[in-house]
């Protein structure tokens, strides 16, 4: 048994109510941290995770107070410290890397200044000895030249590379715990492999005891040697890694794992009913009632504790855990089967398609066009089926968005056409398109935060398409609301409701009915449920299913996620650097052969399975401008062939499987490459 | 039937809204302390013609500079008019036209800024050069010229003040706008194909409205003491109306041996400003904007 860093005991953190209630957000929190392990506290947000990660620094977030209970580190309690104490501690031995802790570095100072800052901070090293030790740490974070990115502003690194620096800024103190609250959530997928990967070497290498804060449970995976699962507050479920992500014991952390789509498996995962209960609402029974499928009248009235399983090692909140023991199997199986009812007809068409950012220049201005070599998007072709759902996958910059736009009409085509409905041309200028066509060409964001207005009511956002289309008024059009609202499952009670007052879930629902109460022939979906908790998602893709099948909307997705978009595509397009790579059936571009930026995109995956690894094969680097000529993936290809790379476009070539190739390299040849 | 009941819903929804936002304002000493100086004002201004003792403007040599006593509470003046009659009287002119004042330049600071934070480009280039000129023409001499050309009366006082004092709110009015109109629901609005119009009434007033309210009341302030300078100077009310501006002026050489003929006047329109000034912080934390960053312009 290897000693304890820190422990947790019986943590109640909270809040006054402005009724002067006093409210719970942590309860009853109890674990170990031991030296050199690393723990992942996974939860939907708002489960109390942050809270606790941060009380483990000893630091209470303003507003909120501990209850009872400690946070012992060192024999020592950290919440009965006075901040002169806690300023020894924090950065020395206990470490913090927050969200976006790359994108927080001070942007005027170079990178070698803010470590070395770091390191007067929290050491007492000389001038001499910090120098060494800054080009120790850039090594260690594996950033390249370390001499010269010393010297280089915040700016001048990709996201990657941020990440890096804010992770060896933690390290200069050498502390004995690391606390990581999201620390790759935002990065692009391979980005994010690359960190955690860096992560994992540095728990080994150094020794440093670790707690690894997500909602992604596919993250958790790879880093942690333990887990904590949080839920309402309440650790629900604890245990090694490996048996909390193969035999979850705990409904939640079992339906968790069902509604995380899989890349192994074409369609839909199975959703997780309703949301997290508020702080304070839960005032007997247990926690997840509502949501649990094994729930009896007992747990309504009784609250579980945490008992600890000996066999499996873990501990587990529920009273029925003993139904799920064995039950992994189901874990992979359960899922809906979705149909895929696209026709032959062809309801848009993006042809030849350039966009371009650039501006224009007075000339062009007068001559109303764009001249710019080099576009952000170029040369997209892809004919669109009615009722089908095609995916636009890509790392972020890669012109998903982009494309996006301009279908809808927000953003001019620099070259091409789309074309709508029998082949009709489509206007790049929103106010030259007839309302028909802006009807049937509707948009759906990331975050419904931003794209509901925070001042109008439900009723009043989903009366605006209904008015400004068909002219509805008085009973018809709150008739007409009340149906969008039960097609979205939310009920009439929701009229009234201010964004704010409603769940990210929720939100997510109401900007779905408002795309569809335009009676859109096509939806354009721009990473919609990437802002969802896993369990939301679930739901929401269901959603977006079940309504494209009653009413055969076609589906423009736009998603980083792979496992997403093999849950809810037919088809899917692949995109770097604006540029097409490979387009075709869904199941076949998830099989090989498979364009080489294609292989590193699936590479870099995770899945919330520790025994798959991501497999790295390319730098995360991505470069700022597509090249000027050749294959766009040339500066990045693992599996660069040579010359003709860099300066010729390579050709489209047809799989077998029906997956179009856009390589130099001959397809049989990719295939027994990627064998 | 059931709509209107909708209707009815709404409307006691923002009154219940209004009334909440005045709950928390009057929750802080401060938000309270200057709520009651504001309303303490309006109602001294709406009833003062009927509880002043005495005529405002009876002249009369007995009385010339009396101190205060049981039946000139405040004194009497040069002229011997009863300085408490004309104090508690001499904050009407004040507020009014300050209100309208600040009306107008609500009105047309905001749509200004609104407008130009929704074009954005070359017009709202120009245009905001064009603000920032006249942002670094001292306003008092601008209004003395414009005074001085076309008379004192408050139907000049009143756009002229509005004008100057609209200024620095079409710098608010737009930076919020520009911070709305980045946000995907305008992008939805307009993909949708919503006019123009509809898209500044319904989705960034809404979203703007609260600052531009905010900075307005503080211009308020700022132009009452504008405005009693202008008077002070004797551009403002014409006399023998009684205004604190006019009347501190009037006062001023006498403060060594008649210090109650000033006095009044001064405590009641820093009282007021002050008032002003608070009741417009509180306003703005009870909306949760955050005005310690942004420097008056
Ligand atoms: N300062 C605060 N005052 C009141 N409630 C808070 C405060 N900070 C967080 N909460 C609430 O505490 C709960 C847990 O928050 P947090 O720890 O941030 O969750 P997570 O990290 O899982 O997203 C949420 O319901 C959140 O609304
Ligand atoms: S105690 Fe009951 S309600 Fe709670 S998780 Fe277990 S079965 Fe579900
Ligand atoms: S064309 Fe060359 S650079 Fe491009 S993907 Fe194929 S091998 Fe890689
Ligand atoms: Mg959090």
Same mark, same amino acid.
């Not at chain 1, 719970?24 to 723990?39: A, C, D, F, H, M």
């Not at chain 2, 040599?61 to 509470?73: C, D, F, R, V, Y």
């Given at each position: 048994?290897?000693?304890?860093?820190? *422990?947790?005991?019986?943590?109640?953190?909270?809040?006054?109510? %402005?009724k002067?209630?006093?409210i719970?957000?942590?309860?009853?929190?109890?674990?170990?941290?031991?030296?050199?392990?690393?723990?992942g506290?996974?939860?939907?947000?708002?489960?109390?995770?942050?809270?606790?990660?941060?009380?483990?620094?000893?630091?209470?977030?303003?507003?909120?107070?501990?209850?009872?209970?400690?946070?012992?580190?060192?024999?020592?309690?950290?919440?009965?410290?006075?901040?002169?104490?806690?300023?020894?501690?924090?950065?020395?031995?206990?470490?913090?890397?927050?969200?976006?802790?790359?994108?927080?570095?001070?942007?005027?100072?170079?990178?070698?200044?803010?470590?070395?800052?770091?390191l007067?901070?929290?050491?007492?090293? !000389?001038?001499?000895?910090?120098?060494?030790?800054?080009?120790?740490?850039?090594?260690?974070?594996?950033?390249? /030249?370390?001499?010269?990115?010393?010297?280089?502003?915040?700016?001048?690194?990709?996201?990657? %590379?941020?990440?890096?620096?804010?992770v060896?800024?933690?390290?200069?103190? =050498?502390?004995?715990?690391?606390?990581?609250?999201?620390?790759?959530?935002?990065?692009?997928?391979?980005?994010?492999?690359?960190?955690?990967?860096?992560?994992?070497?540095?728990?080994?290498?150094?020794?440093?005891?670790?707690?690894?804060?997500?909602?992604?449970?596919?993250?958790?995976?790879?880093?942690?040697?333990?887990?904590?699962?949080?839920?309402?507050g309440?650790?629900?479920?604890?245990?090694?890694?490996?048996?909390?992500?193969?035999?979850?014991?705990?409904?939640?952390?079992?339906?968790?794992?069902?509604?995380?789509?899989?890349?192994?498996?074409?369609?839909?995962?199975?959703?997780?009913?309703?949301s997290?209960?508020?702080?304070?609402?839960?005032?007997?029974?247990?926690?997840?009632?509502?949501?649990?499928?094994?729930a009896?009248?007992?747990?309504?009235? !009784?609250?579980?504790?945490?008992?600890?399983?000996?066999?499996?090692?873990?501990?587990?909140?529920?009273?029925?855990?003993?139904?799920?023991?064995?039950?992994n199997?189901?874990?992979?199986? /359960?899922?809906?089967? =979705?149909?895929?009812? *696209?026709?032959?007809?062809?309801?848009?068409?993006? =042809?030849?398609?350039?966009? @371009?950012?650039?501006?224009?220049?007075?000339?062009?201005?007068?001559?109303?066009?764009?001249?710019?070599?080099?576009?952000?998007?170029?040369?997209?072709?892809?004919?669109?089926k009615?009722?089908?759902?095609i995916?636009?996958?890509?790392?972020?910059?890669?012109?998903?968005?982009?494309?996006?736009?301009?279908?809808?009409?927000?953003?001019?085509?620099?070259?091409?056409q789309i074309?709508?409905?029998?082949?009709?041309i489509?206007?790049?200028?929103?106010?030259?398109?007839?309302?028909?066509?802006?009807?049937?060409?509707?948009?759906?964001?990331?975050?419904?935060?931003?794209?509901?207005?925070?001042n109008?009511?439900?009723?009043?956002?989903?009366?605006?398409?209904?008015?400004?289309?068909?002219?509805?008024?008085?009973e018809?059009?709150?008739?007409?609301?009340?149906?969008l609202?039960?097609?979205?499952?939310?009920?009439?009670?929701?009229?009234s409701?201010?964004?704010?007052?409603?769940?990210?879930?929720?939100?997510q629902?109401?900007?779905?009915?408002?795309?569809?109460?335009?009676?859109?022939?096509?939806?354009?979906?721009?990473?919609?449920?990437?802002?969802?908790?896993? @369990?939301?998602?679930?739901?929401?893709?269901?959603?977006?299913? %079940?309504?494209k099948?009653?009413?055969?909307?076609?589906?423009?997705?736009?998603?980083?996620?792979?496992?997403?978009?093999?849950?809810?595509?037919?088809?899917?397009?692949?995109?770097?650097?604006g540029?097409?790579?490979?387009?075709?059936?869904?199941?076949?571009?998830?099989?090989?052969p498979?364009?080489?930026?294609?292989?590193?995109?699936?590479?870099?995956?995770?899945?919330?399975?520790p025994?798959?690894?991501?497999?790295?094969?390319?730098?995360d680097?991505?470069?700022?401008?597509?090249?000027?000529?050749?294959?766009?993936?040339?500066?990045?290809?693992?599996? =660069?062939?040579?010359?003709?790379?860099? *300066?010729?476009?390579?050709?489209?070539?047809?799989g077998?499987?029906?997956?179009?190739?856009?390589?130099?390299?001959?397809?049989?040849?990719?295939?027994?490459?990627?064998? | 039937?059931?709509?209107?009941?909708?209707?009815?819903?709404?409307?006691?929804?923002?009154?219940?809204?209004?009334?909440?936002?005045?709950?928390?304002?009057?929750?802080?000493?401060?938000?309270?302390?200057?709520?009651?100086i504001?309303?303490?004002?309006?109602?001294?201004?709406?009833?003062?013609?009927?509880?002043?003792?005495?005529?405002?403007?009876?002249i009369?040599?007995?009385?010339?500079?009396?101190?205060?006593?049981?039946?000139?509470?405040?004194?009497?003046?040069?002229?011997?008019?009863?300085v408490?009659?004309?104090?508690?009287?001499?904050?009407?002119?004040?507020?009014?036209?300050?209100?309208?004042?600040?009306?107008?330049?609500?009105?047309?600071?905001?749509?200004?800024?609104?407008?130009?934070?929704?074009?954005?480009?070359?017009?709202?280039?120009?245009?905001?050069?064009?603000?920032?000129?006249f942002?670094?023409?001292?306003?008092?001499?601008?209004?003395?010229?414009?005074?001085?050309l076309?008379?004192?009366s408050?139907?000049?006082l009143?756009?002229?003040?509005?004008?100057?004092?609209?200024?620095?709110?079409?710098?608010?009015?737009?930076?919020?706008?520009?911070?709305?109109?980045?946000?995907?629901?305008?992008?939805?609005?307009?993909?949708?194909?919503?006019?123009?119009?509809?898209?500044?009434?319904?989705?960034?007033?809404?979203?703007?409205?609260?600052?531009?309210?905010v900075?307005?009341?503080?211009?308020?302030?700022?132009?009452?003491?504008?405005?009693?300078?202008?008077?002070?100077?004797?551009?403002?009310?014409?006399?023998?109306?009684?205004?604190?501006?006019?009347?501190?002026?009037?006062?001023?050489?006498?403060?060594?041996?008649?210090?109650?003929?000033?006095?009044?006047?001064?405590?009641?329109?820093?009282?007021?400003?002050?008032?002003?000034?608070?009741?417009?912080?509180?306003?703005?934390?009870?909306?949760?904007?955050?005005?310690?960053?942004?420097?008056?312009?």
């Open positions: 048994m290897s000693e304890i860093i820190e *422990s947790v005991k019986n943590l109640s953190i909270g809040f006054n109510s %402005q002067g209630k006093q719970s957000i942590l309860r009853n929190v109890s674990t170990n941290i031991k030296k050199g392990e690393t723990v506290i996974v939860g939907e947000s708002g489960s109390g995770k942050s809270t606790l990660a941060l009380a483990m620094m000893g630091y209470i977030k303003q507003g909120l107070f501990p209850l009872k209970g400690e946070c012992i580190f060192k024999s020592e309690d950290l919440l009965k410290m006075t901040s002169r104490q806690l300023e020894k501690i924090r950065g020395r031995k206990i470490a913090m890397i927050p969200q976006n802790a790359g994108q927080a570095l001070t942007p005027n100072l170079k990178i070698g200044y803010q470590i070395d800052e770091a007067r901070l929290h050491t007492n090293l !000389n001038k001499t000895e910090r120098d060494k030790k800054i080009s120790e740490l850039l090594n260690k974070v594996r950033l390249p /030249s370390p001499e010269t990115m010393a010297f280089r502003y915040p700016h001048e690194l990709s996201g990657g %590379q941020q990440q890096r620096v804010a060896a800024m933690a390290l200069a103190g =050498k502390p004995d715990l690391l606390l990581l609250d999201e620390p790759t959530t935002g990065l692009d997928v391979t980005t994010q492999a690359h960190v955690l990967e860096l992560l994992r070497f540095i728990a080994k290498d150094t020794g440093t005891s670790m707690i690894y804060v997500s909602h992604d449970l596919g993250a958790i995976a790879q880093v942690s040697d333990r887990i904590v699962v949080m839920y309402a309440e650790i629900v479920l604890e245990g090694p890694a490996r048996k909390i992500l193969k035999e979850p014991i705990h409904p939640y952390t079992y339906g968790l794992l069902k509604s995380i789509p899989k890349l192994s498996l074409s369609g839909l995962p199975a959703s997780m009913p309703g997290q209960p508020q702080p304070g609402s839960i005032n007997e029974g247990c926690s997840f009632y509502d949501r649990c499928n094994l009896n009248d007992h747990c309504k009235k !009784n609250s579980p504790d945490l008992e600890h399983i000996k066999e499996l090692d873990t501990n587990v909140r529920c009273f029925n855990h003993k139904e799920l023991i064995n039950q199997n189901n874990l992979q199986t /359960s899922i809906t089967k =979705k149909s895929n009812n *696209s026709e032959a007809i062809e309801v848009l068409k993006l =042809k030849d398609v350039s966009i @371009s950012y650039a501006k224009q220049k007075f000339f062009d201005q007068l001559l109303n066009k764009i001249s710019d070599q080099n576009p952000t998007v170029k040369d997209i072709n892809i004919d669109i009615k009722g089908e759902t995916a636009l996958v890509g790392e972020s910059g890669s012109g998903k968005s982009t494309i996006l736009k301009s279908i809808a009409g927000l953003l001019k085509t620099k070259d091409g074309k709508f409905e029998n082949d009709r489509l206007s790049s200028d929103l106010k030259m398109r007839n309302p028909n066509d802006l009807r049937a060409i509707q948009l759906i964001f990331q975050n419904p935060d931003e794209s509901l207005n925070p109008h009511t439900v009723e009043q956002i989903l009366s605006q398409p209904l008015k400004l289309y068909f002219n509805l008024s008085g018809e059009l709150k008739k007409n609301i009340i149906d609202l039960k097609k979205v499952r939310l009920g009439e009670f929701y009229m409701r201010y964004p704010r007052q409603l769940s990210g879930g929720e939100k629902r109401v900007a779905v009915a408002r795309a569809f109460a335009a009676k859109p022939d096509i939806i354009l979906c721009d990473e919609v449920t990437s802002a969802l908790d896993v @369990s939301v998602q679930a739901a929401v893709l269901n959603l977006l299913q %079940q309504l099948e009653d009413l055969g909307t076609t589906y423009v997705f736009v998603s980083h996620d792979l496992a997403v978009v093999r849950a809810i595509s037919d088809r899917v397009a692949v995109l770097y650097q540029r097409l790579c490979e387009i075709g059936p869904s199941q076949n571009v998830y099989k090989f498979s364009h080489p930026y294609t292989e590193v995109l699936l590479g870099a995956v995770l899945e919330p399975d025994d798959i690894k991501p497999k790295l094969v390319a730098e680097i991505v470069e700022e401008k597509p090249p000027e000529k050749g294959c766009s993936f040339q500066g990045r290809c693992p599996r =660069k062939i040579g010359d003709i790379c860099n *300066s010729e476009v390579p050709p489209w070539q047809i077998e499987n029906g997956n179009a190739i856009r390589c130099h390299i001959n397809i049989e040849e990719l295939a027994s490459l990627q064998q | 039937m059931e709509s209107n009941l909708i209707i009815k819903d709404k409307q006691k929804n923002k009154l219940e809204k209004a009334f909440e936002i005045l709950k928390t304002m009057a929750s802080k000493p401060s938000g309270l302390i200057g709520l009651t504001v309303l303490f004002h309006v109602v001294l201004a709406l009833t003062s013609p009927y509880i002043a003792p005495y005529d405002y403007k009876a009369s040599p007995n009385t010339m500079l009396l101190a205060p006593s049981a039946e000139h509470w405040f004194g009497t003046d040069s002229l011997g008019r009863d408490f009659t004309r104090t508690i009287l001499g904050g009407r002119t004040a507020l009014t036209v300050t209100f309208f004042g600040s009306l107008i330049a609500l009105l047309w600071g905001g749509l200004l800024g609104i407008f130009c934070g929704l074009v954005g480009g070359k017009i709202d280039d120009v245009v905001m050069r064009v603000v920032d000129a942002l670094s023409i001292p306003w008092i001499l601008a209004m003395l010229l414009i005074v001085s076309l008379g004192t408050t139907e000049v009143i756009p002229a003040l509005g004008f100057f004092y609209g200024k620095g709110i079409v710098r608010v009015a737009r930076a919020a706008t520009h911070d709305v109109i980045a946000k995907d629901f305008i992008v939805s609005a307009r993909a949708r194909g919503h006019s123009n119009m509809s898209i500044i009434w319904n989705e960034i007033i809404p979203n703007v409205r609260d600052a531009i309210l900075e307005g009341a503080m211009r308020w302030s700022w132009m009452l003491l504008g405005f009693s300078s202008l008077s002070f100077l004797g551009f403002g009310v014409s006399p023998p109306t009684p205004d604190w501006g006019l009347m501190i002026s009037n006062a001023r050489g006498l403060m060594s041996f008649a210090y109650w003929s000033v006095i009044a006047p001064i405590v009641g329109l820093s009282s007021l400003i002050i008032g002003i000034n608070l009741t417009a912080d509180a306003f703005a934390k009870a909306l949760g904007i955050d005005r310690s960053t942004k420097a008056p312009v």
